[in-house]
C-alpha cells in the first residue's frame, strides 16, 4: 500500500467517525426532546440514589435516556443526556465483578486520578460475527467515557484490534489485555459463555452470549461507572 492510499485511508476513517460522532450527538438531542413530548418514565433504586429513565421508541428502536450532571472545567454544572438501548431493570442476569468502574477510571495505585486514556479492543473477526453490533457496543461505551462535549469523564478513548486484519487496510493499533499500564486502560469485547464483566491483570473484559448481549453488557458498564449500580 502507498503513503498516498495510506492518507486516504486514514481521512476517509476520520470522516466516518466525525460522521458516526455527530449521529450520536444529534440523535441523543432529538431522543431528548421525544422523550418530552412522547416518552413514558420510570425511577431506578439505584447504588448512589434514584435515577429517572425516559424511554422513547423511534423507527422501531427503543432507548432508555439517562441525564446526568458534571460540573467541568468551566466550573459550572452541564448536563448530558445518554441514551442507552437498555434500561437497568434488564439486566439482572449480567454477573459484574466489585470495583470494575474504578479499574477502568482510574490510575493503578492513585484513586485520584483517572487514565490518561483507554483502548476498546477486539478481534477483527468480531465486528463480522457480530453483524457490526460490536462497534455499537463500543460507541455505546465511547460516548460516556470519551473526551467530546458530551463525554462525562473526558477521557480519551480509541478502538484496536488484539491482532492484525487478514486483509484489507486499517490504521486501528494493536492493543492486548497485556497492554494494561499505570495510565493506560483497556477494554475487552469477546463472545462466551456468559453474560459477564469481570478482569483479568486490570484489563476489563466485556463478555457476551450474543451479538445483542454484547450491546446490553456495554450498557451494564456504562450504568456502573454512573453509579446506577
Avoid at 123 to 136: A, E, F, G, K, Q
Wanted: proline share 2%.
Amino acid at each position: 500500500m502507498t503513503e498516498e492510499t495510506k492518507k486516504k485511508s486514514r481521512w476517509v476513517k476520520y470522516l466516518i467517525f466525525s460522521a458516526v460522532v455527530f449521529l450520536v450527538v444529534f440523535g441523543a438531542l432529538r431522543l431528548y426532546r421525544l422523550s418530552k413530548l412522547y416518552g413514558n418514565s420510570y425511577e431506578f433504586e439505584g447504588a448512589t440514589g434514584n435515577f429517572a429513565f425516559e424511554v422513547v421508541e423511534n423507527n422501531g428502536l427503543k432507548q432508555h435516556i439517562l441525564n446526568v450532571y458534571t460540573f467541568e472545567e468551566d466550573g459550572k454544572e452541564h448536563q448530558k443526556v445518554i441514551p442507552l438501548r437498555y434500561g437497568p431493570k434488564e439486566m439482572s442476569d449480567i454477573i459484574v465483578e466489585k470495583e470494575v468502574d474504578n479499574l477502568l477510571l482510574l490510575k493503578t495505585g492513585d484513586e485520584d486520578s483517572l487514565r490518561e486514556i483507554i483502548y476498546i479492543t477486539q478481534d477483527p473477526i468480531l465486528i463480522d460475527v457480530t453483524n457490526r453490533d460490536s462497534i455499537v457496543a463500543s460507541l455505546e461505551i465511547m460516548k460516556v467515557i470519551g473526551d467530546y462535549s458530551f463525554g462525562v469523564y473526558k477521557i480519551p478513548i480509541k478502538m484496536a484490534y488484539t491482532i492484525n486484519k487478514t486483509s484489507g487496510a486499517d490504521d486501528l493499533p494493536i492493543i492486548t489485555c497485556n497492554d494494561v499500564r499505570d495510565h493506560q486502560g483497556v477494554i475487552l469485547l469477546k463472545i462466551g459463555e456468559n453474560n459477564r464483566i469481570y478482569s483479568d491483570n486490570g484489563c476489563i473484559i466485556l463478555e457476551a452470549k450474543s451479538n445483542k448481549d454484547l450491546i446490553r453488557v456495554s450498557d451494564r458498564l456504562i450504568l456502573d461507572i454512573l453509579g446506577v449500580f
